[in-house]
């Protein structure tokens, strides 16, 4: 499961009472939680920080909360709209080290990071163009999960900076799987879903073009394996990478177009 779709469950709390609840996918109303206390602020803590420790996003339990009580066939039952509507706060650069997310290694980064307000929340991102190969790589053993956030490819991290000034990064929770999938040869180290379609990034280091790109439309594959077409190939990595993005960029704005996404903030500012 990545960040933009909706978890099987979150823990809330209801604005009347501040009574902890537990909201289900799917299903509209509350349950009761055992958990609950007579501190409606103590009872936000407690959902906070489990919602946190399962990796949940703020856009993730925001969709829940409306579609628990108007339905989750409504657009603000979709964790994606929230990001669509994030408000960019700052970008600024940085320099530090990132956390493998497997293994104990840390790797030297250099990127631009940039912070979003999304649900009242503030979240970074970072482009997918400064990770390091042994994090977006077929040798990672993780699939990244990009995210279109304002209009934007990037993928989500927490980063903290030092007295020295400089960052340790890692990568957010839910941005990731350990889950990996081989199409013709090639493994998928990194997706990003844009309304309708899907992208893929893929890598075989023993193809004569390294690396490829492809688009999938999820709802016509019906119950069988994932159907990837329309394949770039290349043997550059930061080429490949920046297709991927062009791709998603593209079919952003086609699905803006189509009014099925309402247009970014962002970009409303910049129009």
Known sequence: MSRIDLPEYCFSTLATTGELVILRRGEMGYYQSEWNTNDAAYNKSI???????????????EAM?????????TPGADPQRYLDL????????????IKDPIISRIYPITCTLTDYKIVGKVETFLE??????????????????????????????????????????SLAQGCYSRITEINQGYQIIARMRVGVKEFALAENSTAPSRYATWARSPANDGDGEPNYYRGHYCNDRDTAVDDFCKRAREQYEYEISVHRIPPSRNNKKER
């Open 86 to 97: 994030a408000e960019k706060l700052q970008t600024y650069r940085a320099q530090g080290q």
């Open 128 to 169: 997918p163009t400064a990770l390091p190969d042994a994090i977006l790589g077929e040798d990672s053993g993780i699939t990244l999960y990009a995210e279109m956030v304002g209009g934007e490819p990037l993928i989500p991290v927490a980063a903290k900076q030092s007295e020295g000034k400089s960052y340790a990064i």
């Open 65 to 73: 909360r409306v579609g628990s009580m108007f339905g989750f066939a």
């Open 47 to 61: 959902a906070d920080d489990h919602n946190s420790a399962r990796g949940l996003s703020p856009a993730q339990v």
